[in-house]
């Protein structure tokens, strides 16, 4: 059977449209990243990154010309703009498919995965890029992911020629004294940490699995949770280029980037739970509580604090102000000839280590009843609450017959005052609390006091303070430390 003109032209028709359709069906059902890549310009094949720029100012930014600059490599190149409100002014950026802006922060009328970041990324590697660089080169992403791939370092680093290009910096992170220090890297140009401006690249799901991927500032919060983690950061002989406009160019644009940028980090340093940091020259600065703000933790249950439960210890900021009560309080009754002695735990942490206990709450002084009166602010405590010139308050305990001086009207973290008097050569008090070192004691431990140093100055202890501590607490206790209700939680069993 001969097939006609128009049969031959139909058949031909119906099987060019099943290819058709086979391929459409086909590159349906391949994995999202690997329709992602495709070949690179020049017809070379290579790995994709996705271009994620988050650091910027809205008020003021180069990141059109940034984002126009690496498509000048690569039209198809990945980039993701992330903000967590729609920038005002508008950002100018090409309505293509593979440029986005993410809105991280949630809204009514955006799905859950609209404000997470990864939802925009389909690729391998991230390259973090700050507001201010450009690619002035071909590849330079492609050697950078060459270098990672290689292995040694989970991030690699390219400086930026800025005014302010990245360095080496070594950190430190210590969850449990809630502090990070920084210091010069002694291995460089590997490091934990960058300073400066810099394009940081990382696996997606490197990056995505941390707590807090694109907290800002960037590189404080990216840097303080890969050096906890142990991951190291590998600074590249290699450079992008400067904004040919730079963003901040006036000097009201950086006083207000400046300004937002200090509120931004202490923000970001309290919600990952840093209230110390020690700079590279040994600054410190303080991100916890103060003379006008509550203390870090709230009341005390069991003789555990909270943040025992958190595997943390007190939390520096509460250390120096118990440190500073304690300088203060100590002066005062010296002055006011008031015999004092260190008691429970606080004896304990100056025979340890002449501070207060790593994990401690408040600070114990023991003092003879019979000196009250001798004492001006002691006296008036006794008819009610004394805020004394230094804002200091002292008060009559609650809980008790015995005085209490906090730190200030809004800050109760406190020293407590015991009241002894000598009967029949042991000393005693009026009232006593379900404590295991709260015991009578012979009145030869205080009869002489010595010095011991503690919190940063030398107090008055009572003599043979390891037997006086052995008798309160039991033997070995110096040497053996533990949490002040191990029923509850102990040293132990925490990690």
Same mark, same amino acid.
């Given at each position: ?15 060019l ?5 086979f391929?459409?069906? $086909?590159l ?11 070949p ?6 290579g ?13 003021? @930014? ?25 920038p ?6 090409p309505?293509?498919?593979?440029v986005?802006?993410?809105l ?29 660089a ?22 690699v680093a ?24 920084y ?12 300073d400066g ?24 919060g990216?840097?303080?949770?890969t050096?906890?983690?142990g $991951?190291a ?12 406009q730079?963003p ?9 980037a ?11 340093l309290r ?5 110390l ?7 410190l ?5 103060s003379?006008?703000?509550p ?6 249950v069991?003789d555990?604090?909270?943040y025992l439960?958190?595997?943390r ?8 102000a118990?440190?500073?009560t ?28 002449g ?17 009250v009166? @001798?004492?001006?602010q002691?006296?008036?405590a006794?008819?009610?609450s ?8 002292w ?13 200030s009207?809004?800050?109760h ?5 015991w ?11 009026d ?26 100055f030398?107090a008055?202890?009572? @003599? ?32």
């Open positions: 059977m001969r097939l006609t003109r128009c049969q031959a032209a139909l058949a031909a028709a119906i099987t449209n099943l290819l058709v359709l391929y459409v069906s $086909w349906q059902h391949q994995p999202r990243n690997s329709r992602a890549r495709g690179r310009r020049g017809g070379a094949a790995p994709r990154v996705t271009v994620l720029v988050r650091e910027f100012e809205a008020f003021d @930014n180069a990141v059109p010309e940034l984002v126009d600059s690496f498509l000048q490599q690569d039209a198809a190149q990945p980039v993701v703009v992330a903000a967590d409100t729609l005002y002014p508008p950002l100018a950026l309505r293509i498919p593979n986005r802006l993410a991280l922060q949630p809204a009514l009328d955006r799905t859950a995965a609209a404000s997470r970041p990864e939802t925009y990324v389909a690729t391998e590697f991230v390259a973090l890029v700050p507001d201010g450009r690619a002035e080169a071909p590849g330079q992403l492609e050697r950078m992911v060459e270098v990672l791939r290689a292995g040694g370092a989970r991030l390219a400086p930026v020629a800025s005014a302010n290009p990245a360095r080496c910096l070594a950190l430190n992170v210590s969850l449990r004294e809630w502090t990070a220090r210091g010069p890297a002694p291995s460089a140009p590997r490091c934990d940490a960058l401006d810099a394009v940081v690249l990382l696996r997606a799901r490197d990056l995505f699995n941390l707590s807090a991927p694109l907290a800002r500032p960037v590189g404080t990216l840097f303080l949770q050096a906890l983690r $991951w950061v590998q600074l590249l002989d290699l450079q992008f280029g400067a904004a040919r730079p901040l160019a006036t000097a009201h644009a950086r006083w207000k400046e300004r937002e940028g200090r509120t931004r980090r202490a923000a970001l919600s990952l739970g840093i209230r940091v020690s700079g590279e020259g040994g600054r600065e303080w991100f916890g509580c003379k006008e703000t203390r870090c933790f709230g009341t005390v069991g555990t604090p909270a439960y958190e595997e210890w007190t939390p520096p900021c509460c250390l120096r118990l440190r500073e304690a300088r203060y309080v100590v002066g005062v009754l010296e002055a006011a000839g008031v015999r004092y002695w260190l008691e429970g735990g606080s004896l304990l942490g100056a025979a340890r280590h501070d207060i206990i790593p994990w401690d709450y408040d600070v114990d002084l023991g003092i003879y009843l019979e000196d009166g @001798n004492c001006e002691l006296r008036g006794e008819a009610g004394v805020v004394d010139e230094r804002g200091f308050v008060e009559k305990a609650v809980e008790g017959d015995f005085f209490r001086v906090q730190y009207e809004s800050n973290l406190h020293v407590d005052l009241p002894f008097y000598p009967r029949n050569g042991v000393m005693t008090k009232t006593w609390l379900d404590h295991r070192q709260d015991v009578e004691f012979p009145e030869h431990f205080l009869q002489p006091l010595v010095p011991l140093s503690f919190a940063g030398v008055q202890a009572p @003599n043979n303070y390891r037997r006086f501590l052995e008798l309160k607490f039991g033997p070995g206790v110096i040497e053996n430390p533990e949490y002040p209700n191990p029923a509850l939680l102990s040293l132990a069993g925490s990690s």
